[in-house]
T-cell receptor, first 111, second 114 residues
Framework: GQQVMQIPQYQHVQEGEDFTTYCNSSTTLSNIQWYKQRPGGHPVFLIQ?????EVKKQKRLTFQFGEAKKNSSLHITATQTTDVGTYFC???????????FGAGTILRVKS | NAGVTQTPKFRVLKTGQSMTLLCAQDMNHEYMYWYRQDPGMGLRLIHY???????AKGEVPDGYNVSRLKKQNFLLGLESAAPSQTSVYFC?????????????FGNGTRLTVT
């Protein structure tokens, strides 16, 4: 079945350092979504990528969708303590099909 | 708008007991979902509904049942709880199918089965 692998599982950075999490699929994706879950909270939608090679930015966050639509990344520039949480990618093989979530990357930021 | 509301927030069950988790959304969304979240495994889809009166199995449906008698409500039932069902359960809704639109999650129910 469709699998979405996410790495790293855990990352601990110094405040001000950059952070990247990667998402890889065994099959070509129709689209990919990213969510953030604060400790003790629920997942909150960040963004959706649909086009091959698409790059979107939200302030210090940069999201990329690979040319082959099999991988994606989320990069945070100059992390802040408010960035702590777990970041999930979720891919859909066919547009409108069920989303498959990656296991998530836990980000901790030392101030 | 309350968004997606889940009750209860916490529950402890003994093996073999039954319970129902309640989910309500006030956004008039067609699609509703139940996920479970376990450490290191992300979110796994249990059951989902594409509209009032419909339900379908997700990735991990065994041991659970659901009902969607009203558009705004999606109920998750555990008929005979097992320790393997200890988890955090999230309900979510979306205006159209997954992949079309973002999921809106509730605050979760933390269930412990002893």
């Amino acid at each position: 079945g469709q699998q979405v692998m996410q790495i790293p599982q855990y990352q601990h950075v110094q405040e001000g350092e950059d952070f990247t999490t990667y998402c890889n699929s065994s099959t070509t994706l129709s689209n990919i979504q990213w969510y953030k879950q604060r400790p003790g909270g629920h997942p909150v939608f960040l963004i959706q990528l649909v086009k091959s090679g698409e790059v979107k930015k939200q302030k210090r966050l940069t999201f990329q969708f690979g040319e082959a639509k099999k991988n994606s990344s989320l990069h945070i520039t100059a992390t802040q303590t408010t960035d702590v949480g777990t970041y999930f990618c979720a891919g859909s093989m066919e547009y409108g099909n069920k989303l498959v979530f990656g296991a998530g990357t836990i980000l901790r930021v030392k101030s | 708008n309350a968004g997606v509301t889940q009750t209860p927030k916490f529950r402890v069950l003994k093996t073999g007991q039954s319970m129902t988790l309640l989910c309500a959304q006030d956004m008039n969304h067609e699609y509703m979902y139940w996920y479970r979240q376990d450490p290191g495994m992300g979110l796994r889809l249990i059951h989902y509904s594409v509209g009032e009166g419909t339900t379908a199995k997700g990735e991990v449906p065994d041991g659970y049942n659901v009902s969607r008698l009203k558009k705004q409500n999606f109920l998750l039932g555990l008929e005979s709880a097992a320790p393997s069902q200890t988890s955090v359960y999230f309900c979510a809704s979306s205006p159209s199918g997954q992949g079309h639109s973002p999921l809106h999650f509730g605050n979760g129910t933390r269930l412990t089965v002893t």
